[in-house]
């Protein structure tokens, strides 16, 4: 474990020893909580950025997959006909 040195004003100390002293704990364990869960969350994120773009990229080897697997024939177009067609029976 390392050891850092902060500089913070009297009034922060103050109120931050106060703070400590109702949780039961104390600075040190405030501030090292604190910035493990800064590591956590950064780590969360990265993890949930690899996951959105691995999910992606299978999305698009499936898309692909069906493109080869099923070509079009020919395009699409829209006829109002059967749209209606349901209603007008």
């Known amino acids: 474990m390392k050891n850092i040195t902060l500089k913070i004003n009297d009034e922060v100390h103050t109120n931050a020893r106060i703070i400590a002293a109702q949780r039961g704990t104390s ?4 501030v090292r909580e604190y910035l493990q869960s ?3 969350d950064q780590h969360s994120k990265e993890n ?7 999910r992606l990229q299978k ?10 697997k099923k070509p079009a ?3 699409w177009t829209f006829h109002r006909e059967e749209c209606y067609e349901d209603r007008l029976r």
């Not at 600075?27 to 405030?30: G, K, L, N, T």
């Not at 999305?59 to 080869?68: I, P, S, T």
């Open 27 to 30: 600075i040190s364990a405030m």
């Open 38 to 40: 800064l590591h956590q």
């Open 48 to 54: 949930d950025e690899f996951s959105r773009v691995e």
């Open 59 to 68: 999305l698009y080897a499936a898309a692909d997959a069906r493109a080869v």
């Open 73 to 75: 024939t020919e395009p």
